[in-house]
């Protein structure tokens, strides 16, 4: 498998957007319970996934897991599902035989993220 990191000039402008948001979708996350909750910046990496490639899409997962180092109640556990989950759904999509991100990406919370 080849990775594609070359970027057109426009494209850089929106791929340095997805960066910021899935970072900052992470951190502003909405608390449902105790040890629950939503985290927005999974958005950002599979639209930068699906957009720029498995290569881009990894590093935003990367920069959206760099919350879960910074806070002080997240382990590193929550870091490695992040970074995994633009790994393994960009694998499925490339590889497998559904090509819906929304199927392929709620599997993988319900399999490995629970």
Same mark, same amino acid.
Request: no cysteine; proline share 1%; charged share 5%.
């Given at each position: 498998?080849? +990775?594609n990191? $070359?970027?057109l000039?426009?494209?850089f ?5 997805? %960066?910021?948001?899935a970072?900052?979708?992470?951190t502003?996350h909405? $608390?449902?319970f105790i040890g629950a909750g939503?985290l927005f910046?999974s958005?950002? &990496?599979?639209?930068?996934l699906? +957009?720029f490639?498995?290569?881009w899409?990894v590093? &935003?997962g990367?920069?959206?897991a760099?919350f879960a180092?910074?806070e &002080?109640?997240s382990?590193?556990a929550?870091?490695?599902l992040?970074v995994?989950?633009p %790994?393994?759904?960009?694998l499925?999509?490339r !590889?497998?035989?559904c090509?819906n991100?929304?199927?392929v990406?709620?599997? !993988?919370?319900? +399999? +490995?993220?629970?």
């Open positions: 498998m080849q +990775l990191f $070359h970027l000039p426009r494209a402008a929106g791929l340095v957007l997805l %960066i910021v948001a970072f900052a979708g992470n502003f909405l $608390h449902l939503f910046g958005i950002a &990496t599979l639209l930068a699906r +957009l490639g498995m290569g899409g590093v &935003t990367v920069a959206g760099a180092l910074f &002080t109640n382990h590193a929550v870091a490695a992040l995994l989950e %790994i393994l759904v960009g499925v999509l !590889y497998g035989r090509s991100i929304a199927l990406d709620g599997s !993988y919370w319900l +399999l +490995l993220g629970m």
